[in-house]
């Protein structure tokens, strides 16, 4: 259960997105809406990959390194034209520090996953990594051409893998070039709706992908629909 972030388009300071602005990521990690408790922080680490031209940036702190200076410091020098970002609440039985925090960046994929795969926490508890760190074990293993078409496969296998044992398998997706943006939740009613759906807001040289509505132009987002693979690139 996290906050997800996804920018591609011109390049753009992302300062404010990230930490400068009331409903940045910064400002969810201090609390936001959960269905189970009503509020809750997110404070169990956090990542921001970003990329400049051909030049990539990565920096992850783990729970007892979430400091908000430090994450203003970075969000406020942010220059992309890609990037992913993330703050974590950890899913139960899951490890937490600096190496489990989101993204994960390896071998030229980044993911970044928001939600609970319960088949995948029991399997990540064999080797000490998180469920999320499962997933890009398939990523790597199977997402050879780093295209849409290849992508559903995959994660259509991850869901008949799956079955009914999560509560999201929402993810960004990224293979330095593009961003994969896939929404899946478990729709149990409104709360669960609004914690879990996606957001998306377009503009004619960028898009944005979040959580939650992550600048004040509140009516300028809309939701992704459950169950969706978006590809978007830098034309849109």
């Known amino acids: 259960m996290c906050r997800l972030f996804g920018y591609i388009g011109e390049e753009?300071?992302?300062g404010g997105y990230l930490g400068g602005n009331k409903n940045?990521?910064?400002?969810?990690?201090?609390?936001t809406f959960c269905p189970k408790t009503g509020k809750t922080k997110h404070r169990d680490g956090w990542g921001i990959y970003w990329k400049?031209?051909?030049?990539?940036f990565y920096q992850r702190r783990g729970r007892d390194e979430f400091d908000d200076n430090d994450f203003l410091n970075i969000s406020l020098d942010t220059n992309a034209d890609l990037a992913v970002a993330h703050i974590r609440k950890a899913s139960k039985n899951t490890p937490v520090g600096k190496e489990h925090s989101h993204p994960i960046v390896k071998d030229g994929i980044i993911l970044a996953?928001?939600?609970?795969?319960?088949?995948?926490v029991e399997e990540g508890m064999n080797q000490n990594i998180s469920d999320t760190a499962v997933v890009m074990q398939r990523l790597i293993r199977d997402w050879k051409e780093r295209?849409?078409?290849?992508?559903?496969?995959?994660?259509?296998?991850l869901i008949i893998e799956v079955g009914d044992k999560y509560t999201a398998m929402n993810m960004i997706i990224s293979n330095e070039k593009d961003l994969f943006v896939f929404s899946r939740f478990k729709d149990c009613g409104p709360d669960e709706r609004k914690y879990y759906s996606m957001k998306i807001k377009v503009r004619q040289k960028y898009t944005i992908i979040a959580s939650q509505q992550i600048d004040e132009d509140l009516a300028d987002?809309?939701?992704i629909e459950?169950?969706?693979?978006?590809?978007?690139?830098?034309?849109?």
């Open 147 to 157: 295209d849409y078409k290849s992508l559903v496969l995959i994660l259509f296998n």
């Open 226 to 236: 459950n169950s969706t693979l978006l590809h978007i690139t830098r034309n849109g």
């Open 52 to 56: 400049r031209e051909n030049t990539h």
């Open 221 to 223: 987002w809309e939701d």
């Open 24 to 31: 940045s990521l910064l400002a969810q990690s201090h609390g």
């Open 113 to 120: 996953h928001n939600g609970t795969i319960t088949p995948f």
């Open 12 to 14: 753009k300071n992302l």
